[in-house]
């Protein structure tokens, strides 16, 4: 299983450190398998002694090496801490204006760098009322932007209604819309909105499901301890 930890706004360079510290011991103590990615903030960045099969990538980056871009980091800033991993598409970047066209950019660009990309997709409620039909013509679309042959490439199912509400989709919805997803690619699908201890094990338990990209409840390190120790 694929376990993400998405840190938003969330945790300090000290934190962070301590957090992936403990983490570390946690999955070293208890043999833990998973794959497990933790996203910090950009001013975390740091290259971590961690277990080999935890990964730390970054949240959003610009598709350039290096440049006149105020307030962006690049692939220069990311390979000073070999960080070979992003998250591109997140609701979240798209409501600050990371449009179809920058996010198909940075798509590209970090592809063509050899990075793990976990592409974020999900409808918005207005979308999800409007019924099954349109939902799968807006998720389609979204994949129809990206290379879906990349061979390091992730899909996280993130309904933008069950993000950071507290309130994770129903398993049944969930399920219907991985099902959906799966007849479009054979990559890894992630579920994430909402991911609470108390969900992770019906959730990943779904047949097109790989995991799960954590925000809320990924930041107390206990909290996601708990996950892990679930699935
Ligand atoms: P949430 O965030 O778990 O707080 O809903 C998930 C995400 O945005 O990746």
Redesign the pocket.
């Known amino acids: 299983m694929i376990i993400a930890a ?1 840190f938003k706004t969330n945790h300090t360079r000290a934190s962070t450190k301590e957090y992936i510290s403990t983490l570390s011991q946690f999955i070293k103590s208890n043999d833990i398998k998973d794959e497990v990615y933790i996203f910090p903030t950009a001013s975390s960045l740091d290259e971590f002694k961690t277990q080999a099969n935890v990964t730390v990538g970054t949240q959003n980056a610009y598709g350039v090496k290096n440049g006149s871009f105020t307030g962006e980091i690049g692939l220069e800033q990311l390979e000073e801490f070999n960080i070979k991993t992003i998250l591109i598409g ?1 609701s ?1 970047r798209r409501a600050l204006g990371d449009d179809n066209t920058l996010v198909k950019s940075k798509f590209d660009f970090f592809k063509k760098n050899n990075f793990k990309i976990i592409y974020c997709v999900g409808e918005s409620l207005e979308t999800r009322e409007k019924g099954l039909d349109e939902v799968r013509k807006f998720l389609y679309n979204q994949l129809d932007s990206i290379d879906l042959n990349y061979d390091n490439l992730v899909i996280a199912y ?1 309904p933008i209604w ?3 509400t507290g309130v994770s989709a129903t398993i049944a919805i969930i399920d219907e819309t991985l099902n959906l997803l799966a007849n479009k690619t054979t990559k890894p699908i992630l579920y ?4 609470k201890v108390e969900t992770i094990k019906e959730t990943i338990s779904l047949k097109n499901c790989s995991g799960v ?5 990924s930041w107390n390190i206990f909290n996601f301890c708990k996950m892990l120790h679930e699935i």
Do not use: D, F, P, T
């Open positions: 998405n997140h979240e993130e069950a993000i950071g994430g909105g909402s991911v990209l954590v925000g809320s409840a």
